[in-house]
């Protein structure tokens, strides 16, 4: 079983804010991109919402060891 402590728990936690923030901004442009008829975006924001829910399961994981 492994042992997460609090600064990683910090550093992950960081991680997930700052790619919320990415995915949010790349949704913002993407809208902003589709209202002027242009799709070219399209793959960056599905890796960043990718990228964002991957977070979400790596932080998930994390608080199941840390409540063991």
Known sequence: MAVVDATTLSAV????SITWSRAASFAIGFVHAA???DRSDVKAVL???VAAIDALIVVRTLMTYRAR
């Open 13 to 16: 936690r960081i991680m997930v």
């Open 35 to 37: 209202w002027q008829g």
């Open 47 to 49: 890796s960043i919402v």
